[in-house]
Protein backbone atom coordinates (compact mmCIF):
# COMPACT_ATOMS: atom_id res chain seq x y z
CA UNK A 1 0.00 0.00 0.00
CA UNK A 2 1.37 3.62 -0.72
CA UNK A 3 0.11 6.28 1.03
CA UNK A 4 -1.17 9.17 -1.55
CA UNK A 5 -2.00 11.78 0.50
CA UNK A 6 -1.97 12.35 4.68
CA UNK A 7 -3.53 15.03 6.92
CA UNK A 8 -4.55 15.71 10.22
CA UNK A 9 -7.79 14.27 10.00
CA UNK A 10 -7.02 10.87 7.61
CA UNK A 11 -4.65 9.10 5.37
CA UNK A 12 -5.60 8.76 1.71
CA UNK A 13 -3.86 5.22 0.59
CA UNK A 14 -4.15 3.40 -2.77
CA UNK A 15 -4.49 -0.01 -2.48
CA UNK A 16 -2.10 -3.10 -4.65
CA UNK A 17 -5.85 -3.11 -6.69
CA UNK A 18 -5.38 0.55 -7.56
CA UNK A 19 -8.23 1.14 -5.12
CA UNK A 20 -8.50 4.08 -2.93
CA UNK A 21 -8.87 3.37 1.14
CA UNK A 22 -9.08 6.24 3.40
CA UNK A 23 -7.96 5.99 7.43
CA UNK A 24 -9.15 8.55 9.91
CA UNK A 25 -6.86 9.84 12.61
CA UNK A 26 -7.75 6.97 14.58
CA UNK A 27 -6.55 4.45 12.51
CA UNK A 28 -9.69 3.00 11.50
CA UNK A 29 -11.01 3.05 7.77
CA UNK A 30 -13.51 5.50 6.88
CA UNK A 31 -16.53 3.85 4.30
CA UNK A 32 -19.29 5.11 2.36
CA UNK A 33 -20.32 8.52 1.04
CA UNK A 34 -17.84 10.12 3.68
CA UNK A 35 -15.13 8.24 1.65
CA UNK A 36 -16.71 9.03 -1.58
CA UNK A 37 -16.66 13.20 -0.75
CA UNK A 38 -12.68 12.84 0.73
CA UNK A 39 -11.55 11.07 -2.61
CA UNK A 40 -13.71 13.23 -4.56
CA UNK A 41 -12.48 16.37 -2.72
CA UNK A 42 -8.70 15.09 -3.04
CA UNK A 43 -9.40 14.89 -7.05
CA UNK A 44 -8.70 11.11 -6.84
CA UNK A 45 -11.81 10.27 -8.52
CA UNK A 46 -15.11 11.74 -10.39
CA UNK A 47 -18.35 10.65 -9.15
CA UNK A 48 -21.29 10.95 -11.58
CA UNK A 49 -23.90 11.93 -10.43
CA UNK A 50 -27.60 10.66 -11.71
CA UNK A 51 -29.40 13.08 -13.62
CA UNK A 52 -32.65 14.56 -12.49
CA UNK A 53 -35.98 14.70 -14.54
CA UNK A 54 -37.98 17.87 -14.68
CA UNK A 55 -41.03 17.68 -12.68
CA UNK A 56 -43.24 17.28 -15.64
CA UNK A 57 -41.93 13.70 -16.83
CA UNK A 58 -42.25 12.53 -13.10
CA UNK A 59 -45.70 13.02 -13.03
CA UNK A 60 -46.48 11.75 -16.21
CA UNK A 61 -44.80 8.45 -15.90
CA UNK A 62 -46.73 7.58 -12.41
CA UNK A 63 -50.17 8.49 -13.62
CA UNK A 64 -50.07 5.28 -16.05
CA UNK A 65 -48.86 2.75 -13.42
CA UNK A 66 -52.00 4.44 -10.92
CA UNK A 67 -54.38 3.89 -13.89
CA UNK A 68 -52.92 0.29 -14.59
CA UNK A 69 -53.28 -0.50 -10.36
CA UNK A 70 -57.09 0.94 -10.59
CA UNK A 71 -58.43 -1.28 -13.64
CA UNK A 72 -57.20 -4.83 -12.12
CA UNK A 73 -59.44 -5.25 -9.12
CA UNK A 74 -62.27 -4.27 -11.82
CA UNK A 75 -61.41 -6.66 -14.29
CA UNK A 76 -61.40 -9.55 -10.93
Same mark, same amino acid.
Given at each position: ?10 ? =?????? +??? +?? %????? %????? *???? %? ?7 ? %?????? *? ?5 ? =??? $? ?12 ? $?
Amino acid at each position: MEVVKQTDEYT =VIKKRS +GRF +GV %KNSAG %KWING *EDKV %KILIAEGLI %KAAMPA *EKPAEEA =VSE $EAPVVEEAAEQPAA $E
